[in-house]
């Protein structure tokens, strides 16, 4: 039995557990392959600072079930010794000890799409490649893996002009596969891509030749991750051990203070204090029970969360963006705004969540609503039920916030989108295959309180369309019924109609927001604010609204009621002198690649009792500009004011 034993190469055991990474069918696999491709080219185009420009492209060839994919980018390209070792060898890359984050973390993904092709076709993958530079010359070969050393085979190689390519990377390969539609589709796949990268330009043409462009959305690049250390929150007592062992640091003291983030010398000397450590200690001789009154101690210790330029969010704008670009077709009433959480520490692997709602319009509203799963920017269509996503969509209580839920647990019913999207520098995924999100906790926790702060954003917003609705159609109805009443009146008693609109205020009884927007293109949005005075006393208020600063003009600050506007963007316009029945308009344009994710519906007022204002919320207690006093003028609350509150409300409820 001793003579049978013998060691076999990580390209081995893949190839006979190719389940392992995703390819255990022939519609997976297709994608997998595709999806592994077109992450190295997103990665690779931001880290050297360019706009992706992806193409791929899906042929079925006449062998049953083979297909031949390429897919090309605009990226920085590969140096020519370096791309044998990229796609023909495993566990070969740079980001796998790296605590930042990207897309790619195992080194695996695209040697193993090589190696697939190679096994499941028996031909070599093609790959082509220029880096940048005028006297720079492409490089094109074909390559196999030899799965019992993890070995590249190189042939043909031989250097080319690549005409009308500055530099970028083209991987050619055939593979056995099963091309399908609908939600775990190689075109949704690249649909949700866009979504969250909407900075990139993705061109696909499908088996039948049909091609579908999903333009970029905006030119802004994501922010660049930083490479840090490891936070010392959630971290394992096998972890602190590891780096103990490796540490270069001379003293328990500096090793913790130099080798973790955020770790200062008072945290440092706490910290130690707590375990009962020695700080001047080597760290190599630390035990396994000083490890863990360390882990013990750090749990007790507060501890800032960990920086945040090693992750690089979407952002609520971009969120946005993403979904509007992509999700237009559907016509949604509303895209609840996106909620970003702090950063926080799983195993020491700082993570960041992000969540956004699309409700209504087009969206199907008697079937499960849809999830969104994404993982630094990447999609997750396969492992639903498995992934901490799902999971703590199901614990949410969405009868709470407008959706049907049965049983008040599961996914909910109705007519919306649930985006969530986890950033990490280690994502903890369930296995090699990257397609679910490990139940961790900590991470399942940030998750839910992402969805429910969106999900009171979606429920605050539906209840203020209530509102309005229903006040709107009374206040037509009033508008409408007393002068008809009176014309009819004047008429049979031969006398002149009356000047009726002190009636109808006093009737209405509040200050009227009404917001209109017009679209021109996809850059240009033009919005008017007009205030009504449908109440019998004069009016005086503040305007809030939270602009996209890098799309404001000079129509903003020309308006004669502008009064400020903050590093934020948020706005500030002042009402004066507003008589019974008069109206008052704010109008302004903005201009750029965010203008259209402005929601003019979402506008606050100060100043003024909010109880008497319909179509605009009270502004929160930590919004404002700095600078800038806003104070509710004593003028503005009327000295009868629990009956007009009275009056108001019971219009609004009737």
Known sequence: MAAKQQEISVTEFFEKNKHILGFDSRSKSLLMGIKEAVDNALDACEEAGFLPDIFVRVERLPEEEEYRITVEDNGPGIIHKMMPNVFGRLLYGSRFHALRQSRGQQGIGISATVMYGNISTGKPAHIESKIEGADEVAWKMDITIDTKTNRPIVTNDVAFTWEGKEHGTKVEYTTKGRYITGRQSIFEYLRNTAIVNPHARVEFHDPEGKKY???????????????????????????????AQNTQQKTVSAFLKNDFSRITDRIADEVLSKAVVDPSAKPSSLTRDDCKAMINAIAQVK????????????????????LMHILDGMRPDYYATPVTRPPKAVNGNPFIVEAGIVYGGDIQSDEQVTILRFANRVPLLYQQGACAITKAISEVDWRRYGLEQRGGKGIPFGPAIILVHVASTKVPFTSEGKEAVASFAELQNEIEQALRLCARNLKSHLNKMERRTKTGAKFEIVQKLIPAMAKKASSMLGRPELDLSGTISKIMNVVW????????????LFVNYTIYNYTTKERALWLHAHLPKECVNLTLFTNPHFIGMNDEGKTTWEVKNLQPSASLTVSFELK???????????????????????GAEALPGDWGIKGLEITESEDNIPADDDDETEEVEDLGEE
Do not use: W
């Open 592 to 614: 750029g690649d965010m203008a259209d994710t402005f929601d003019a519906d979402d506008v606050f007022v100060s100043g003024i009792n909010p109880v008497l204002v319909m």
């Open 513 to 524: 927001v009404e917001s209109r927007t017009k679209k021109e293109g996809q850059k240009t």
């Open 303 to 322: 501890i800032m969360a960990p920086p945040t330029d090693c992750l690089s969010p979407i952002g609520d704008t971009l969120i946005k963006k993403g």
């Open 213 to 243: 462009v999903f333009e970029r959305a905006t030119e802004q690049m994501p922010p660049r991750s930083k490479e840090i250390k490891p936070h010392p929150e959630g971290m394992e007592i096998g972890d602190l051990m590891k780096y």
